[in-house]
């Protein structure tokens, strides 16, 4: 009898917000008070879908990481003075991206740099959220990594 190959499968929690551009995941990731949700909040007024907040769930599936919203928060934001606020959603999206929020991010990366999510390599960039230009950035970072 022939044996049955079930697909490679790993998961990983992240802390920090997901959203969708162009049908591809960014993670966005730092501490409490950073700036995830709100930067989130900003894509998503610039066309992207939100896929979680507070925790993501990150899937290694036939070589490829997925992020999806926990089942208790798939569909909500927090919005910092306005409370949970509950909007539309994706799920099971490719993860194209993983923004690490600093202070400080280097002006110029010195070299492209990766974080191993779920057995999964993802290209990282460093940046500051509450600039006003970090959704922009993000979006351009976005296409570069999908080119």
């Given amino acids: 009898m022939p044996e049955v190959r079930l697909p490679e499968v790993s998961s990983e929690t992240v802390h920090g917000a997901c959203v969708a551009i162009g049908g591809q995941a960014v993670l ?26 507070s925790q993501v769930i990150c899937q290694r599936q036939d070589g490829k990481l997925l992020a999806s919203a926990p089942t208790h928060l798939a569909g909500r934001i927090e919005v910092r003075g306005l409370g949970i606020i509950e909007m539309p959603s994706v799920e099971r999206i490719p993860v194209d991206l993983l923004i690490v929020i600093l202070d400080a991010p280097p002006r110029f990366p010195e070299d492209t740099r990766t974080r191993r999510i779920a057995g999964v390599d993802v290209p990282v960039l460093a940046l500051a959220a509450l600039e006003p230009s970090a959704p922009i950035k993000v979006e351009l970072a976005v296409k570069q990594a999908t080119r």
Avoid: P, Q, T, Y
């Avoid at 966005?28 to 907040?53: N, P, T, Y």
């Fill in 28 to 53: 966005i990731e730092g501490r409490s008070g950073e700036g995830k949700s709100d930067l989130a909040l900003r894509l998503i007024d610039r066309g992207a879908v939100l896929v979680a907040d």
